[in-house]
């Protein structure tokens, strides 16, 4: 944008210079008075002055049009890197409710609640705030397969074959699926309007945010653990 500048502002100043050099040698040849040399100059600086407020004016609108485009840039990539923490955090959901299908003991109402609300978080977003029609689609199918899922947790309340919970497995591990692609969808979109410093720190933000998980994972398993071995009072 300043090369842009001064590159108007150089062609503003040879055009003034052209303007003083034919209106001296016209001086000369037809030997203006000093009012007519006065008019003269006066002509010149009120046509620099025009030339220097069109170029202010259209180096403003340039100025106001690239702020908007980078102010729409970074919308994008907010909303982008909200949806793909949400895709994120309902396939390990979805992946932690899968885990289980062949443990026994497992409050199954529970995993039944879990898929139930993380289909409630996908529901509060908007679509009309979606940046893309792949990931309006996508979005669909990720709501479609949570009710699904939620349904193969409420049938194993009751007692199921080794058989049953395998397909059970597989139904609930296709939302994980459809999550991933909806994740590569958006990395996609991301690489698109994203600078390589900010895809580096967004791939080392979610780094942090899978270590995190692992960490808060080993937590409660420790938990659970120490519970277990706490006897009844009863």
Known sequence: MNKRLLSLGFLAFAFILILLTVGIAVGIRYNLSKSDWAAWVQAIGSIGAILAAVGVVQYQHRQQARLALEAKRIERRVRLNTLMAIFTAIGQIVDDCAS??????????????????????????????????GVVLRFSEISEALQGAKAMADALSIKRSPEVREKIQKMISLTSVICRRGITDITLLLVECSTRDEIDSDMASYE???????????????????????????
């Open 100 to 133: 289980k299908v062949h443990e026994e003991n497992i409050a199954w109402w529970m995993q039944a609640e879990r898929l139930k609300e993380a289909k409630m978080l996908l529901s509060s977003i908007p679509l009309f705030e979606l940046p893309d029609h």
């Open 208 to 234: 942090q945010i899978e270590e995190n998980a692992k960490v808060a994972d080993d937590i409660w398993e420790k938990l659970q653990s120490k519970k277990r071995l706490i006897p009844s009072l009863s």
